[in-house]
């Protein structure tokens, strides 16, 4: 079964920093640009980071640029995201989503859940 | 940054009705748009790419218009099961935003 596994969240004090994981299984996932989407609690989406399938090209949102770091490893068809400087308006429910070449987040994981709170 | 308008933010409308949603970006970004379904306690899911091509699986009552700055999901014959939050997602130029989302309830 094609699927995203995300896994790393929890309650973080504000300030501190957490690494989120995503697992791919069952689809080529080095064919793939990668992304994180986040979705606060009752909020809407909000996309947070893409990476090419190479690494070569990656892109933050304005609200995590400086703060976050996308990475991946094609080897072991995961998906990372390492959050430093935690702000308690990152709290939210963090999905992975692969980019279809079509043009879309094809697939999603069921997303892992951040609460930044002291 | 490219901003995305969407509304209206809810609606309700009855089983077999036709609805329509609408996205507005702040700038022309030609036909890079999709279409996102989010069920409750679920994962978005997505309904059409590139502003009017349906996504394998997704039936046919859905459809997208649109290109430029001005784009439309419509929802012909409303059914219960397409009670959900719709989102449209820009994609152009390496940049992705989001509209703020339109809840469909059903009377």
């Known amino acids: 079964e094609v699927q995203l596994v995300e896994s790393g969240g929890g309650l973080v004090q504000p300030g501190r920093s957490l690494r989120l994981s995503c697992a791919a299984s069952?689809?080529?996932?080095?064919?793939?640009?990668m992304h994180w989407v986040r979705q606060a609690p009752g909020k809407g989406l909000e996309w947070v980071s893409g990476?090419?399938?190479?690494?070569?090209?990656?892109d933050y949102a304005d609200s995590v640029r400086g703060r976050f770091t996308i990475s991946r490893d094609n080897a072991k068809n995961s998906l990372f995201l390492q959050m430093n400087s935690l702000r308690p308006e990152d709290t939210a429910l963090y999905y992975c989503?692969?980019?279809?070449?079509?043009?879309?987040?094809?697939?999603w994981g069921q997303g892992t859940m951040v609460i930044v709170s002291s | 940054a490219i901003q995305m308008t969407q509304s209206p933010s809810s609606l309700s409308a009855s089983v077999g009705d036709r609805v329509t949603i609408t996205c507005r970006a702040s700038?022309?970004?030609?036909?890079?748009l999709g279409w996102y379904q989010q069920k409750p306690g679920k994962a978005p899911n997505l309904l059409i790419y590139?502003?009017?091509n349906l996504q394998s699986g997704v039936p046919s009552r859905f459809s997208g218009s649109g290109s430029g700055t001005d784009f439309t999901l419509t929802i012909n014959s409303l059914q219960p099961e397409d009670l959900a939050t719709y989102y449209c997602?820009?994609?152009?130029?390496?940049?992705?935003?989001f509209g703020q989302g339109t809840k469909v309830e059903i009377k």
């Open positions: 997602l820009q994609h152009y130029n390496y940049s992705w935003t």
């Open positions: 990476i090419s399938w190479d690494s070569d090209r990656i």
């Open positions: 069952a689809f080529t996932f080095e064919d793939y640009a």
């Open positions: 700038q022309d970004i030609r036909n890079d």
């Open positions: 989503a692969n980019w279809d070449y079509a043009g879309g987040f094809d697939i």
């Open positions: 590139t502003a009017s």
